[in-house]
């Protein structure tokens, strides 16, 4: 019957098909139409289009929606486990009762069935929303709760503006990403993003049914593992069924075009479209760094990228295996617990919680209760009010090992996770210093705290011997690998013996010379000046460190040749110099039209992102202003000068360092008058380069008739009175897009903010510059605004080694 049916159908199909014409460019499918390879529908605004496509290299034909502007960009296939391997003769079709079908040769190769509703009028639409829906034209509304189908019920790996991601265990309803095979296959491949719901929700990526990340559960406010920007743009909704969360979706400005794709490789990646709609932007990744890999510490540990290594035990637990870190291990009890009342809690705050393997949840209990409640089972590791919105309180308890603990960047210490540990342990840390401040006359005290300090520095440079030994030997042998090291007869030869006629420039730590390998391949060599002390193992494994620094917008180091005293570092050639060679000259500024200093610009945050936060390395550059952005053949940027800091072996310190060098006119308050260096203060670097950029002028030695405030106070003033358009550079007239320039400005107001705390972190900047219609927050006053522009002109630099002339570059980097 039901065959017979459907015969039925398709003979009426294809009748229709030779007497009708389609036309291309509709919103809508009716019954007696069909889609064949070639054909479309679009949606109202343009925005998507669903047909037949052949993903990258494969022969197969799907079914699938992508953007207009970007047809690579595909973002829901239908017949995922159905290819077409040949398109001629398949039609997609909608049949009378709502079903959806792909047909060929006679043969049903996919269907979606309705929701078991009969649409007595059923027509297919494509949604601006990138959805595709069946709605039944005789009823009235097209409220999604009237759609007989819709593909936002059927995830592929893209999750758009407006889908839900669902998993209510009441009902059985799973709603989920799950990434293409390859970039050829759209098949299922291994890794899937769900929810995990298990009371406390949190969003987890799996590779088959191995968790390899999780967001960190949903406190209230956000998921407590991810940082704590939050875009008024994407504002999670979340609908709970008995303080159980069912469904997740995100709440959007729908001028904005964005979504969320689970890569084949496992990595989740939120892009959004640039507003003349026809590139993306990368917006973040997950996960974002090594801590962010599922249980990377092992049970019991702790996992915090700004430390060497990044892993440690929690308060009383040692490293299970003794000699070298295996973490996979983790770190066991170092004195069992008393399981009566011998036990008590050492609070950690600012982290996300381990996992939830074995726990118990009450949603009432009082934070005392839960305690009490932790005391009475001997099975109890931790405890901790798993909420932080107004005032609740409730109780998580874990039993067993705690996992996949990691320091949140940003967190405040408002939830705090109570780790339970035996009074002894406990006493063992708080006595002592308890006795050494109270009992002790004070001679023996400064002794004894002397003696410590020795026989602490003893101990500490021991391991820090044999580890380095270790270290060394084990890099020794991979160094032919690893350090591409080149003849200095060689590099003489190419720099005509570093002739005047080749040197090009004169940058931090010494001289650059240009230099042609071969006709095609031309090097920029740095000869680093003589006054470095530091030994030749660790200056190599430098270089190793920052060889391995790749990413579009770094200059890349090839390698580097050290024979008796020389210490050259080489480098790939930029044919084009520096920024502040284009951007302040009179004539060549008017080669950077708007949309390329848009580029520049979001190269150059895309190029600091990616030293502050996805290289292995954190990188504090320190010194970023437009002369240490070099620009190729094509005007693409690219940061120079960073991780140099330790070629030269100066201050090491982490966080706040005696020697101040940087650029005065780039520099955050903070980092010139105090010294403190951070992630922010190449914020605001970043802020003062964008302004400079689209200004055209330079921060330092910028006249304004009127006042003697900097650019950045001209900014500042302009931007108060909203004249902001006023900054832009007059040579930009014609080719300028205002919103853009405007969100630039405001961007750039926002880096250069006089507190560190207000100034958004790299990934913020990047998501603020490449999103249309996000509302952004408003700037403070900049710092150094009231900087008069009396000094001598161009750029002055700070510094305290005498020897060095010119510009200084002294960038930061720490391990992670
Ligand atoms: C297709 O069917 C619709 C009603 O379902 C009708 O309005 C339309 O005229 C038909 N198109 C053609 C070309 O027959
Ligand atoms: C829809 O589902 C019914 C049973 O659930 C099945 O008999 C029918 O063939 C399906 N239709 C299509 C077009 O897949
Ligand atoms: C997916 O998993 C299978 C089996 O575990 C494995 O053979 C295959 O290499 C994996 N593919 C990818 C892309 O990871
Ligand atoms: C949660 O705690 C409250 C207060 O102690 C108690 O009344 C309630 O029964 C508990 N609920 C569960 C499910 O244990
Ligand atoms: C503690 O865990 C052990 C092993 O998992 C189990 O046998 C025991 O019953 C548990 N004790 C309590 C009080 O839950
Ligand atoms: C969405 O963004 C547009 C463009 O930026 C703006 O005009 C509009 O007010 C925004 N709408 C909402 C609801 O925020």
Partial sequence: MAYWHFTTFLCTILHAVTLLKFSIGADTLRPNQTIVNGQTLISQSQIFEVGFFSPGASANSFLGIWYRNTPDVVCWVANRNNPITDPEGVFLAIARNGALVISGAGRVIWSANSSGRVASNPILQLLDTGNLVVVDEAGESSSPKSYIWQSFDYPSDTRLPGM????????????YLTSWRNSDDPSPGNFSYRIENQGLAEMVIFQGTTKIYRTGQWNGLGF??????????????????????????????????????????????????????????????????????????????????????????????????????????????????????????????????????????????TIDECRAECLKNCNCTAYANPYRTGGRSGCLIWFGDLIDIR????????????????????????????????????????????????????????????????????????????????????????????????????????????????????????????????????????????????????????????????????????????LDYFVFDETRRKLLTWPKRFDIIMGIARGLLYLHHDSRLRIIHRDLKTSNILLDANLNPKISDFGLARTSGCDQSVDRTKRVVGTYGYMAPEYAIDGKFSVKSDVFSMGVLLLEIVSGKRNRG???????????????????????????????????????????????????????????????????????????????????????????????????????????????????
Avoid at 303 to 320: V, Y
Wanted: with cysteine.
């Fill in 164 to 175: 839900d991601m669902v998993d209510n265990t009441d009902t059985g309803q799973e709603k």
């Fill in 224 to 365: 407590m593992g991810t940082p704590p920007y939050q875009s008024p743009a994407f504002k999670s909704n979340f609908e709970f069924k008995n303080d159980v969360l069912v469904s997740m979706s995100e709440i959007y400005n729908y001028s904005m075009v964005a979504r969320l794709r689970i890569e084949p490789s496992g990595i989740l990646q939120r892009y959004s479209m640039n507003e003349k709609k026809d590139k993306w932007n990368l917006v973040f990744t997950l996960p974002q760094d090594l801590c962010d890999n599922y249980g990377r510490c092992g049970p019991y540990g702790i996992c915090n990228t700004d430390k060497t290594p990044i892993c440690e035990c929690l308060k009383g637990f040692a490293p299970k295996a003794q000699q070298e870190w295996d973490w996979s291990s983790g770190c066991a009890r170092i004195r069992p617990l008393d399981c009566g009342d011998g036990d008590g809690f050492v609070g950690l705050s600012g982290v996300k919680f381990p996992d939830m393997l074995k726990f118990w949840l009450n949603t009432s209990m």
């Fill in 407 to 578: 320091e949140v960047p940003g967190a405040d210490n408002k939830q705090i996770l109570y780790i339970r540990l035996p009074v002894s342990e406990l006493e063992s840390t708080n006595l002592e210093k308890t006795q050494r401040k109270k009992k002790m006359p004070g001679k023996v005290r400064l002794t004894l705290a002397a003696a410590g300090v020795v026989f602490f520095c003893l101990i500490c440079c021991t391991t820090l011997v044999i580890r380095r030994l270790k270290r060394q030997a084990a890099e020794r042998k991979n160094e032919d690998l690893e350090l591409p090291l080149f003849r200095l007869s060689m590099i003489a030869a190419a720099t005509n013996n570093f002739s005047n006629g080749n040197m090009i420039g004169e940058g931090g730590f010494g001289l650059v010379y240009k230099g042609n390998l071969s006709a095609e391949e031309e090097i920029a060599v740095k000869r680093l000046s003589k006054t470095s002390t530091q030994g030749l193992e660790e200056f190599k494994n430098e270089v190793i460190l920052i060889v391995k620094l790749q990413h579009r917008n770094l200059v890349r180091l090839l390698g580097c040749c050290i024979e008796g005293e020389e210490r050259l570092l080489i480098y790939e050639y930029m044919q084009n110099g520096s």
């Fill in 702 to 816: 910028f006249t304004y008739c009127g006042h003697h405030h900097s650019l950045l106070g001209h900014a500042w003033l302009l931007w108060q009175e909203n004249k902001d358009l006023e900054l832009i550079d007059e040579c930009l007239n014609d080719t300028f897009v205002e919103s853009q320039v405007k969100r630039c400005i405001q961007v750039g107001l926002l880096c250069v903010q006089r507190f560190p705390e207000d100034r958004p972190v790299m990934s913020s900047v990047l998501f603020m510059l490449g999103s249309e219609g996000v509302v952004l927050p408003q700037p403070k006053e900049p710092g150094f605004f009231m900087e008069g522009s009396c000094s001598n002109s161009a750029e002055n630099h700070i510094r305290s080694t005498e020897s060095n002339k010119g510009s200084i570059t002294i960038t930061e980097l720490e391990p992670r």
